[in-house]
């Protein structure tokens, strides 16, 4: 068995012909172009760049085990790679090797409607899903703030502003087909609701980040389109008012179907990023209701009387279409918006969660770090779940505002722990978050490396990430 | 690599060293008698039954340990044990060794009412929770027939009732601790409501039904009482037009909290065992609604509607709570009811899993193998999930009537799987439906044998079970 956290050199030799065969296979869908190899660098991210040596664009399930039985023969790292969109590295290639691009595997295979289930290519991204369904009267509500893929979606177990009342991938995914590190295609799970025929390989791929396969089919849960869907922002004097109001409202139980947080400075990006009239540079809740007519008022009532009670501003509606969409995609774009209020610099987007009884807590003092160390880090997040972020913003070739990013991190990471909480939310563990996830997980590390020398014994599929250093 | 598909034989002079080291560790608490051998040589099942060499009686999660690694150091099978009402042969111990009983670890070690989370010890039951919990206002929701452990719930994937509103264990378990086959304590998952950090062991044990390691503690989600509860019943002349009330419920997306079918044949035995005085010898639906005031009279008006269309009769409400607890109970003692309808004989219970769409279909076509084979075999089941149940009875000592359940059983895993469904949506696998597992997963079978090799190598962990033929 390999040491997977042993340093991993270059295979360059294995690469080069891996290179060539894979060429012979795919001919000008194999890319070799450094512009091309410099897009596949890195993801959203402010990890330093690592192409990798070369992009293969496979159209099929078939193409890609062949691409993969070509790099397992060679002993040659495999990436996979949706929409480039993911936060912690997941997509570099820090010893080279091939990435495979799925982005062109866009069908949707199948829609069941009376099933309410879909199955989709890996490279289908949430929002052309959701326009492909429009008609049917269903939705797929997982909504990470990119408009990711589904098949990465699945590989970093995302989530978004649903998840409160729709849960994560981990609870929409009913099945996957992945093609395995020997280059063998699987199926799991499958179109029944339940199962308990024998160990959930879903759940083993789902949140892998592609190290132990390459997830190429997804089946998806889809809801029906609520009857009645009304959305609001509530404004608030301080931070702390606003997390105890969503503390409460969860507390009573009321099946919200979005309460999302923006701090201060989160707003004031969201304001000039998405030109939110009206709204003041102020602690603020969204919030969105889904039900029937009256099931949707009856929610909407109570929270609006608990966020009074909080002293939240009056509830600004949005209940056209338009407005609500609007007032998402500000949401959706905070990360963006943080970019553009600090032109040149990257993200690095922190991901704790923590439970909702040590939320108030944890947000506050965050909050103090941030103000105590300069650093500029907006705070968003789907409080619902527990989980926020700070967007610290940073230019990652000044070392001293890495190591401030870096320390703030880890003193974010290890407050949560201390709190019962878990270090990534729906961001994963990538490159960036290995020593988060050694801390966090302890002695059943070792047995998550177990797993990935089983499923992965060459240790070519996305090396260096999750149980690797 | 052992291959765990291969005979596995008795290892006599390992069994006799680890029941002496383990008799030298727990005292009175390690039994040999045969009276208490015997007890634990099956569970609610038809199978041979199959005692262990002698049970271990253990406190604590510590103990657990002790006793997995003597049988770790000689080899020998380790069969755990929780309430022994599993349904497909979990807790025989075909080549002997020693079963843990964590039936005395019964304590609920925290309850984080403002989280709506706990932490139990594997051997608390379901009904034992919900009890101590009472006065907190809150609920745990899965609830298969037996009063089994909720240690033994989460080992074979259970749901119930509850689960087409609620979800099964795999949706309510946050996180567990676990003896590995070595030995070792670890934990997986936590108090956060959604995590992406690293592979996800909590599903990897959820549903491995001891194979890979001993459940010791549960953490799990808990669910406000809502403030309204009903629960009514409808009767049908004909099981298709029950079945089609059922589909179009949940095309219509009501949150039904429970939704349930019992045949004619399964309503004369729950009549004659639970006095279901006033309900007729005819398909039925029972159904429960939950929500507010307002939300549970809006859901139970629509599904009454719906149930008119398709011929049901008008509701016969259970408002009180214990009209309710009678009906629910009646329920869940339906498999009981079955073993009184045939005194000296065993229940197989079948346990399919299809896309509501087909459903209808599934149920009809069983409904006519069943009479056309002669067999006395009651129908109900949780159709909220497309999952139902036929309780063949048959004495296991008539090679005939074991061949046509067997021969049935096949068949209706045939038709389930080619409608796209599962041969068991929550009583497992065990070593009754290795067969059908095989057929189900087909390639993704070998990567089910690699995880069972990489976490116990040695293959003690419940052998014979889930992997192993």
Known sequence: MPDTTAPYLRNDTGIRLAVEEAKALLGDRLSTAQAVRDQHARGEDYFTPAPPDAVAYALSTEEVAAVVKICARHKVPVIPWGTGTSLEGHVTAPTGGITIDVSGMDRVLEVNASDMDCRVQAGVTRKALNAHIRDTGLMFPVDPGADASLGGMASVCASGTNAVRYGTMKENVLGLTVVTADGNIIKTGGRARK?????????????????LGII?????????VPEAMAAAVCQYDDLQSAVDTVVTVLQYGIPVARMELLDEAQMEAC????????????????????GSEAGAKEQAETVQAIAEEHGGSRFSWATREEDRNRLWEARHNAYYACLAMAPGKRGWATDVVVPISRLTECIVATKQDIAENGLYAPICGHVGDGN?????????????????????????????????????GEHGVGIGKIGSLMKET?????YMRRIKQALDPDNIMNPGKVVAL
Chains 1, 2 share one sequence.
Request: negative net charge.
């Open 195 to 211: 199962s308990s025929a024998g160990y959930d390989l879903t759940h083993v791929y789902v949140g892998a980040e592609g190290t």
């Open 216 to 224: 190429t089919e997804v089946q998806l849960r889809l809801y029906g």
């Open 271 to 290: 304001i000039a990023f998405s030109k939110l009239d009206g709204l003041q540079v102020k602690p603020t809740l969204f919030f969105e209701f889904h």
């Open 388 to 424: 926020f972020h700070c967007c610290i913003m940073l230019d990652p070739d000044v070392e001293a505002e890495k190591q401030a990013a870096h320390d703030f991190s880890k003193r974010l990471v290890d407050r949560a722990l201390g709190m019962g909480g878990t270090c990534t």
């Open 442 to 446: 302890g002695e059943a590390y070792a």
